[in-house]
T-cell receptor, first 114, second 111 residues
Framework: NAGVTQTPKFRVLKTGQSMTLLCAQD?????MYWYRQDPGMGLRLIHY???????AKGEVPDGYNVSRLKKQNFLLGLESAAPSQTSVYFC?????????????FGPGTRLTVL | EDQVTQSPEALRLQEGESSSLNCSYT??????LFWYRQDPGKGPEFLFT???AGEEKEKERLKATLTKKESFLHITAPKPEDSATYLC????????????FGTGTRLQVFP
């Protein structure tokens, strides 16, 4: 099993450009999450999904959109990138059963917006 | 406001030198406290979940404890491979999937 994978690993954008980050998991997990990690700050939840076709806002959703068309994939979109969105983005997933705890994280995508 | 504070920010230990990392929290209705390990350039890796004051969990050289205000991650006789950033997170309240993360403690263990 590959676990949680993220594509791409690195990306440089210019202000105003758009892009989509792809998260895929092969563990048949119901829940998926997108976080951002910035220096001096803890991981912050952007959006999450409790199942195929559903999405919900997290702590810092502005400037991002998400889609969960297939259970195994969770897409994070930036329609018009801004320098403030320079960050490392992590995707995570967890099964429906059990607590709100053991989230499995992907390796991250390092995004730079110039 | 719900808050998680980790200390110290960074810790340098000699191999075999035991120590503790602290995670203090201020939340309404703690549902669970979680410890993760994060290696450079990688995603966090789950270590422990603690649910109530007095609870303890152990894994190899790591032991996590929980009180009503804070959690400690004790590292006994650390090895260089224990070097990583250790993250603490809390889940506050029911019917929420939000975890509040601390900024982490960067641990370096020298041979």
């Amino acid at each position: 099993n590959a676990g949680v994978t993220q594509t791409p690993k690195f990306r440089v954008l210019k202000t105003g450009q758009s892009m989509t980050l792809l998260c895929a998991q092969d563990m048949n997990h119901e829940y998926m999450y997108w976080y951002r990690q910035d220096p001096g700050m803890g991981l912050r939840l952007i959006h999450y999904s409790v199942g195929e076709g559903t999405t919900a806002k997290g702590e810092v959703p502005d400037g991002y959109n998400v889609s969960r068309l297939k259970k195994q994939n969770f897409l994070l979109g930036l329609e018009s990138a801004a320098p403030s969105q320079t960050s490392v983005y992590f995707c995570a997933s967890r099964p429906l059963a059990g607590g709100y705890n053991e989230q499995f994280f992907g390796p991250g995508t390092r995004l730079t917006v110039l | 406001e719900d808050q998680v504070t980790q200390s110290p920010e960074a810790l340098r230990l000699q191999e075999g030198e035991s120590s503790s990392l602290n995670c203090s929290y201020t939340v309404s209705g703690l549902r669970g406290l979680f410890w993760y390990r994060q290696d450079p350039g990688k995603g966090p890796e789950f270590l422990f979940t603690l649910y109530s004051a007095g609870e303890e969990k152990e894994k190899e050289r790591l032991k996590a404890t929980l009180t009503k205000k804070e959690s400690f991650l004790h590292i006994t006789a650390p090895k260089p491979e224990d070097s990583a950033t250790y993250l603490c997170a809390v889940q506050a309240g029911y019917n929420t999937d939000k975890l509040i993360f601390g900024t982490g403690t960067r641990l370096q263990v020298f041979p």
